[in-house]
């Protein structure tokens, strides 16, 4: 079974840092590129980042570039998200998901990161 | 940029009507690269349809899609309980994901 397990989400101050990890087993995860997408309190889904599954090419949203960082180790299966210079407009679920044929196949169960002061 | 229009933002109906969700995008989108989600509420999105018109694994043959170029659709044939939910398209294209800003189907 496919699971990916977000963790460290946490309450922070305006211009903190937060790194997010997704744990990720019953798949061969480096074989698959991912993404990390957020959703804030109420709103949509709005894509984040995106690694390849060599980690040789990441994308950012503009609302993020120069602050977040995607990474990933596939020796601990394992996906990153480093946030930096945190903003309240950061505050949402941040969930992991890999990427097959272009979709998002399967999700994570999401972490809370809460920017505020 | 594409940009992904849903509409309509709310679609009221009741069980075992059909459903017809609109995703229109700002350009053509490659069909390969065009899939819908269902998200109920405190839960993550669940992949239904890539490809424009596949369904993902388990589910249901009530949900299909369907569209090319920059208008696609999700047709629920039969809305079961379960289906109440908000909807969401999204685009993969040159590595950039968008969204949609998702469509509500509630019970009438």
């Known amino acids: 079974e496919v699971q990916l397990l977000e963790s460290g989400g946490a309450l922070v101050q305006p211009g903190g840092s937060l790194r997010l990890s997704c744990a990720a087993s019953g798949f061969t995860f480096r074989s698959y590129a991912m993404s990390w997408v957020r959703q804030a309190p109420g709103k949509g889904l709005e894509w984040v980042s995106t690694?390849?599954?060599?980690?040789?090419?990441?994308y950012y949203a503009d609302s993020v570039k120069g602050r977040f960082t995607i990474s990933r180790d596939n020796s601990k299966n394992t996906l990153y998200l480093q946030m930096n210079s945190l903003r309240a407009e950061d505050t949402a679920v941040y969930y992991c998901a890999n990427i097959w044929a272009g979709a998002l196949d399967h999700w994570g169960q999401g972490t809370l990161v809460t920017v505020s002061s | 940029e594409i940009v992904l229009t849903q509409s309509p933002g709310t679609l009221s109906l009741s069980p075992g009507e059909r459903a017809t969700l609109s995703c229109r995008a700002s350009?053509?989108?490659?069909?390969?690269?065009l899939a819908w989600y269902q998200q109920k509420p405190g839960q993550a999105p669940r992949l239904l349809i890539y490809?424009?018109?596949s369904r993902a694994t388990g589910i249901p043959d009530r949900f299909s899609g369907s569209g090319s170029g920059t208008d696609f659709t999700l047709t629920i044939s039969r809305l079961g309980p379960e289906d109440f939910a908000v909807y969401y398209c999204q685009q993969y294209g040159t590595s950039r994901l968008t969204f949609g800003g998702g469509t509500k189907v509630d019970i009438k």
């Open positions: 350009q053509s989108v490659s069909s390969s690269y």
């Open positions: 490809g424009a018109s």
């Open positions: 690694i390849s599954s060599n980690s040789d090419t990441t």
